[in-house]
């Protein structure tokens, strides 16, 4: 059968990183068994919908590069794909799943609920307590259709017969089991005549002929429900195999990776920045701290997969090939975003200038760096292997782009005096009347003065690295100083020796 795998969220804010990860191992999983990837947009909490959350999803997948086939934005033969266009659907389940038995409806209204709650601590809506609530299972079938045509509000909830063990053969964690005396009978359908989550979920699944739910650990213990639903309505023969993801932990620490962690340890747990009501409701993102998104990737593929081996930079490609569900570990992954940062700093490394060019030239801009195609690729291939990211280009390397801020002073004691104040003026002269001014030439003349006035490469090159970018840890020195170009060259060796 064909694989069918479906990223499920629901748009209640920013999409946290750990909701990217499942999105991924599901494509993932698709793309190596030439299935397909839905997007399902599961909105049927009204009041848990947060405006600009939906096109956040798809704008985030869009970045990791995550393409759904079918789904909200993408279109697709089983549509609608948002759970809210799909109301009437929903509708007629819940009906038809009173009328098998496995559901009945309830007329108690939220206060007399809550009183119960009130009254009794521990009280939940189950195979006890059903009997003495206001229900079909109850009230006589004539009183029933009565209040249901004279508008009376009810749910539909789903009857758990008590007694039996539910066992689910979950991929990663092996069999589960659940005692269905020990769950509370759901409800399916509000009386707002809005579906749950678990309704509007199982019956999507259905109907759009979902072979496998890969999602979070949090949504484990619902299975039972969702197992009880899929044979409600007959349907255990096409029910899903579940497979739910370990959680991902804080950096440090007890306890899973929480939004509040950001700003705690000052790391994105988002993939695109977030502008909430208030500051601490706004997050920055993964995009915006300067990951490329092949980087998020491939870290997020290995938080919580374990492909056995040392690889661990792995094309989208490789990572088709190479997932697998049973390789996903059932205990907590760490979020370690050193880790994340090595391999962003790989992926620029590895990145071609073109490419890096055009991702630095907003940054470029906002800096009023006024710079040519030709000068930003020339200067991103100088810079490359020296930034984690992408606004390092023009924070760390600004001086690519602007003359140099502040000296590394503690060299310039060590190395700075009164002789090679003299050779470096007479450099500077030497410079300033180079006829080719690229890196080759100004490496062979450079030597060759320095031979002439038998100077040591370490009693002038680090001057020079210096004078061009305020510190050793700088590019090349003649590359630089190509691409810079002769008069941006000498006014620093100028500067440089006024400053002293
Ligand atoms: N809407 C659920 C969520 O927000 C989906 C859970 C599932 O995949 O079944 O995570």
Same mark, same amino acid.
């Given at each position: 059968m064909a694989v069918r795998v479906r990223f499920a969220p629901s748009p209640t804010g920013a999409l946290h990183i750990g909701g990217v990860r499942t999105a991924l191992y599901n494509y993932l999983f698709a793309r190596q068994q030439k299935g397909t990837f839905i997007l399902r947009i599961e909105d049927t909490?009204?009041?848990?919908?947060?405006?600009?959350?939906?096109?956040? /999803? /798809?704008?985030?997948?869009?970045?990791?590069?995550?393409?759904?086939?079918?789904?909200?934005?993408?279109?697709?033969?089983?549509?609608?794909?948002?759970?809210?266009?799909?109301?009437?659907?929903?509708?007629?389940?819940?009906?038809?799943?009173?009328?098998?038995?496995?559901?009945?409806?309830?007329?108690?209204?939220?206060?007399?609920?809550?009183?119960?709650?009130?009254?009794?601590?521990?009280f939940?809506?189950?195979?006890?307590?059903?009997?003495?609530?206001?229900?079909?299972?109850?009230?006589?079938?004539?009183?029933?259709?009565?209040?249901?045509?004279?508008?009376?509000?009810f749910v539909i909830r789903l009857k758990v017969e008590p007694g039996r063990s539910i066992v689910i053969h979950d991929l990663i964690r092996g069999e589960v089991v659940f005692e269905s005396s020990e769950l509370d009978d759901k409800?399916?359908?509000?009386?707002?005549?809005?579906?749950?989550?678990? =309704?509007?979920?199982?019956?999507?699944?259905?109907?759009?002929? $979902?072979?496998?739910? $890969?999602?979070?650990?949090?949504?484990?213990?619902?299975t039972a429900h969702h197992v009880l639903l899929y044979e409600g309505f007959g349907w255990q023969e096409t029910m899903p195999k579940f497979s739910h993801l370990p959680l991902i932990m804080k950096p440090v620490g007890n306890g899973k990776l929480s939004k509040r962690d950001g700003a705690k340890f000052g790391i994105p747990v988002f993939p695109l920045s977030w502008k909430g009501d208030t500051p601490e409701e706004s997050f920055e993102g993964f995009r915006e701290a300067g990951f490329l998104p092949e980087a +998020?990737?491939?870290? =997020?593929?290995?938080?919580?997969?374990?492909?056995?081996?040392?690889?661990?930079?792995?094309?989208?490609?490789?990572?088709?090939?190479?997932? &697998? $569900?049973?390789?996903?570990? %059932?205990?907590?992954?760490?979020?370690?975003?050193?880790?994340? %940062?090595?391999?962003?700093?790989?992926? /620029?490394?590895?990145?071609?200038?073109?490419?890096?060019?055009?991702?630095?030239?907003?940054?470029?801009?906002? %800096?009023?760096?006024?710079? &040519?195609?030709?000068?930003?690729?020339?200067?991103?291939? =100088?810079?490359?292997?020296?930034?984690?990211?992408?606004?390092?280009?023009?924070?760390?390397?600004?001086? =690519?782009?602007?003359? +140099? %801020? &502040?000296?590394?002073?503690e060299t310039?004691?060590?190395?700075?005096?009164?002789?090679?104040?003299? +050779?470096?003026?007479?450099l500077t002269e030497k410079v300033a009347t180079f006829d080719s001014f690229n890196a080759v030439a100004l490496e062979d003349a450079i030597k060759q003065f320095m031979q002439e006035k038998q100077l040591k490469p370490g009693d002038i090159l680090p001057l020079l690295r210096i004078a061009l970018a305020g510190t050793m840890k700088g590019p090349a020195v003649f590359e630089m100083a190509e691409i810079l170009g002769r008069e941006a060259t000498v006014a620093r060796l100028r500067a440089l020796q006024e400053s002293r």
């Open positions: 909490d009204q009041g848990r919908y947060v405006p600009g959350a939906e096109d956040y /999803i /798809i704008e985030a997948l869009k970045w990791v590069g995550l393409l759904p086939d079918e789904g909200v934005g993408f279109g697709g033969p089983d549509g609608p794909y948002r759970q809210s266009d799909r109301k009437e659907i929903y509708h007629k389940y819940a009906h038809d799943l009173v009328a098998r038995g496995h559901a009945y409806y309830a007329f108690d209204t939220p206060v007399e609920l809550d009183e119960r709650r009130q009254a009794e601590e521990h939940t809506y189950n195979y006890i307590s059903r009997n003495g609530l206001n229900n079909s299972l109850v009230l006589d079938p004539e009183a029933v259709q009565q209040r249901i045509a004279q508008g009376d509000p409800v399916l359908l509000k009386a707002d005549g809005m579906p749950t989550y678990h =309704l509007a979920n199982i019956v999507d699944d259905h109907l759009m002929r $979902i072979t496998h739910v $890969i999602r979070g650990e949090e949504w484990l213990p619902s +998020v990737v491939n870290f =997020l593929a290995l938080l919580g997969w374990h492909p056995g081996g040392d690889q661990e930079i792995f094309t989208k490609e490789e990572l088709i090939q190479a997932f &697998s $569900i049973e390789h996903i570990g %059932k205990s907590g992954a760490r979020f370690d975003f050193e880790k994340a %940062k090595s391999f962003n700093q790989k992926y /620029i490394h590895a990145k071609d200038n073109a490419s890096l060019a055009a991702m630095v030239r907003p940054l470029a801009d906002a %800096k009023g760096y006024q710079v &040519s195609d030709a000068f930003l690729e020339k200067a991103v291939g =100088l810079m490359k292997e020296r930034v984690t990211f992408l606004q390092d280009f023009v924070e760390t390397g600004y001086y =690519l782009f602007e003359p +140099v %801020k &502040s000296n590394d002073e310039l004691q060590k190395r700075w005096n009164g002789d090679i104040a003299a +050779v470096f003026a007479e």
